[in-house]
T-cell receptor, first 117, second 116 residues
Framework: AQSVTQLDSQVPVFEEAPVELRCNYS??????LFWYVQYPNQGLQLLLK??????LVKGINGFEAEFNKSQTSFHLRKPSVHISDTAEYFC???????????????FGQGTRLTINP | DTEVTQTPKHLVMGMTNKKSLKCEQH?????MYWYKQKAKKPPELMFV???????INESVPSRFSPECPNSSLLNLHLHALQPEDSALYLC???????????????FGNGTRLTVT
């Protein structure tokens, strides 16, 4: 069964500093990986996705992530953060739902990113 | 602006009330989802409709009753809820039906439900 582990529950960073949010997944089959962001009192917004091809994926708001199959990781990075990046970030893997063979998203526990001035 | 619209934004209901949550999308997506999210937790899948048919029910109690009147609308009917059902209820849609692996989900902003 597929699973996702986000290694940090909270990450405090100063404004304009770089940040990395870590995500590891477990799967015995090919996976599709996603990062979502949730701002306070809002739903989840897709930041980026990895389906196939280049292992470096660029998303919205200056975020990027690198798929590393050997380390089963999909870490999210941004070179310079802003106050507006304060939010909850969820890594997710697309799992195959038996018995229909349908897609189901499995989320990590989330990482709270706090940007300090 | 989100392309998945949920109403109402907030709902307070007593344990004997009957209410409904509504979700609408006009992106032509063929799969629609209900998720429940408790504070400081990830979303938990409740139901999935694919091509207007209920495809996945994650063993949700019968006091939650989903309905998909057409490909653009998704409802969640609530009856005899418990205080522990208080949560943010999120609707989502994806372009393809359940067999469309890798199709990202588009979420609404949710309905904040409080059961008293």
């Amino acid at each position: 069964a597929q699973s996702v582990t986000q290694l940090d529950s909270q990450v405090p960073v100063f404004e304009e500093a770089p940040v990395e949010l870590r995500c590891n997944y477990s799967s015995s089959v090919s996976v599709y990986l996603f990062w979502y962001v949730q701002y306070p009192n809002q739903g989840l917004q897709l930041l980026l996705k990895y389906l196939s091809g280049s292992t470096l994926v660029k998303g919205i708001n200056g975020f990027e992530a690198e798929f590393n199959k050997s380390q089963t990781s999909f870490h999210l990075r941004k070179p310079s953060v802003h106050i507006s990046d304060t939010a909850e970030y969820f890594c997710a893997v697309s799992a195959i739902y038996s018995p229909q063979g349908a897609q189901k998203l499995v989320f990590g526990q989330g990482t709270r990113l706090t940007i300090n001035p | 602006d989100t392309e998945v619209t949920q109403t109402p934004k907030h709902l307070v209901m007593g344990m004997t009330n009957k209410k409904s949550l509504k979700c609408e999308q006009h992106m032509g997506h063929r799969a629609m989802y209900w998720y429940k999210q408790k504070a400081k937790k990830p979303p938990e899948l409740m139901f999935v409709y694919s091509y207007e048919k209920l495809s996945i029910n994650e063993s949700v109690p019968s006091r939650f009753s989903p309905e998909c009147p057409n490909s653009s609308l998704l409802n969640l009917h609530l009856h005899a809820l418990q205080p522990e059902d208080s949560a943010l209820y999120l609707c989502a849609s994806s372009r393809y039906g359940l067999q469309g692996h890798g199709s990202p989900l588009h979420f609404g902003n949710g309905t904040r439900l409080t059961v008293t």
